[in-house]
């Protein structure tokens, strides 16, 4: 009798729960029956203003913002992706480099300052906190960044537009750096290791087992000084070299695809170098400085750095730059001004902001 009074109980609970999941879905799906117009206005409302611009680049828009309501409206996938109406592309993995290039858009200056003030990214954020959010990251300079007439709002956006590119590349080398020293001071090494190790050889040009010159080419390039050559190569952003191939170094190629400069002798066989979007001239930029014969001295004085404090300093390492340019110490005096007068160093120790647990790593 008590058996049969508690398989009753049990019964009549279980028949309970079940009333309340069968409310609480058919609630559910009434909500998201009635706030999927809402959404759709929403979405649609928000991020109109790049439908041109978007499908200009061979994107087909409405797909992109149907699979983003998709998100949106997936009980699921809503509990672990967000999705940020101020950038449809903010979930895109930007550790990813496999499509480089592919579907990249080019926006117009105007698009790329709201994007900035949406976002809250300013430079004077960036000084104060040493933060920047390497999800704003910009393919292409604007075509427009030529008519800004004032000098100081064209160098603002310069720098907002390269400075994150900067930092990512940065921050995967000093991850790297930090992998590296972990691996040395092992007694043993596993083969996924050692495949790490030989693939960090051919990437910086050595031969197996030359641990010393890897320590001394695995290294960061000071932000401040990136930013100055750049500026100095593309004339902040409004060179021929760089809207039409990305190329923010002006560095040449004789085998590659690239840019004959105007002027040049015919019998000139040198190009400059192109890029598919400005991500990769950063990182062409940094392999060149870490691997090329002419910035040996220059890789020296950066490791004494190292070992000295661990803090690089753009305005000694510059002066081992002589060779990047015909003009040699007229070349090292204009970075070192450009340096100086528009405060860069602010921007050296600048780190990458964790907004994702691959980021948090780069801090």
């Known amino acids: 009798m008590v058996k049969r009074k508690k398989n009753k109980n049990i019964r009549e609970r279980q028949r309970q729960n079940n009333i309340y999941r069968f409310s609480a879905i058919s609630l559910l799906v009434i909500f998201?029956?009635?706030?999927?117009?809402?959404?759709?206005?929403?979405?649609?409302?928000?991020?109109?203003?790049?439908?041109?611009i978007i499908s200009n680049a061979g994107i087909n828009f409405d797909q992109e913002l149907e699979k983003r309501k998709k998100i949106i409206n997936?009980?699921?996938?809503?509990?672990?992706?967000?999705?940020?109406?101020?950038?449809?592309?903010?979930?895109?993995d930007f550790f990813n480099t496999d499509d480089?290039?592919?579907?990249?858009?080019r926006f117009d200056a105007r698009t790329i300052e709201q994007l900035f003030k949406d976002t809250n990214y300013n430079l004077e954020k960036v000084r104060e906190t040493k933060l920047v959010n390497i999800g704003n990251k910009i393919d292409h300079l604007p075509r427009e960044?030529?008519?800004?007439?004032?000098?100081?709002?064209?160098?603002?956006?310069?720098?907002?537009?390269?400075?994150?590119?900067?930092?990512?590349?940065?921050?995967?080398i000093r991850l790297d750096r930090v992998k590296l020293f972990e691996i040395l001071a092992k007694n043993i090494?596993?083969?996924?290791?050692?495949?790490?190790?030989?693939?960090?050889f051919k990437q910086y040009g050595l031969n197996d087992g030359d641990f010393y010159s890897l320590k001394i080419r695995m290294d960061e390039i000071p932000i401040s000084l990136a930013i100055a050559q750049a500026a100095k190569e593309t004339?902040?952003?409004?060179?021929?070299?760089?809207?039409e191939g990305n190329a923010l170094f002006g560095q040449w190629t004789w085998t590659g695809e690239g840019i004959r400069p105007a002027g040049v002798d015919k019998d000139a066989k040198h190009k400059v170098a192109k890029f598919s979007v400005l991500k990769a001239s950063v990182r062409a930029y940094q392999r060149n400085l870490n691997t090329h014969s002419s910035y040996i001295k220059f890789r020296k004085e950066r490791a004494i750095q190292r070992d000295n404090?661990?803090?690089?300093?753009?305005?000694?390492?510059?002066?081992?730059?002589d060779k990047y340019a015909?003009?040699?110490?007229?070349?090292?005096?204009?970075?070192?001004?450009?340096?100086?007068?528009?405060?860069?160093?602010?921007?050296?120790?600048?780190?990458?902001m964790p907004t994702s647990r691959k980021t948090k790593k780069l801090i």
């Open 189 to 200: 090494n596993t083969k996924k290791e050692k495949r790490w190790l030989n693939e960090k």
């Open 326 to 352: 015909e003009t040699g110490q007229e070349y090292i005096e204009v970075l070192k001004k450009i340096i100086n007068q528009n405060s860069l160093t602010d921007f050296d120790d600048v780190k990458v």
């Open 32 to 52: 998201s029956f009635f706030s999927l117009p809402t959404v759709n206005n929403f979405l649609v409302k928000n991020l109109n203003f790049k439908r041109d």
């Open 309 to 321: 404090n661990d803090k690089l300093d753009s305005l000694k390492l510059v002066n081992y730059l």
């Open 74 to 92: 997936s009980e699921t996938e809503s509990k672990t992706k967000k999705l940020n109406l101020k950038n449809i592309f903010a979930d895109i």
């Open 235 to 243: 004339g902040w952003g409004t060179s021929r070299f760089a809207q």
């Open 145 to 172: 960044i030529r008519n800004i007439e004032s000098s100081e709002k064209r160098k603002k956006l310069f720098i907002q537009i390269i400075l994150p590119l900067i930092v990512e590349e940065n921050a995967k």
């Open 100 to 105: 480089e290039g592919k579907n990249s858009i």
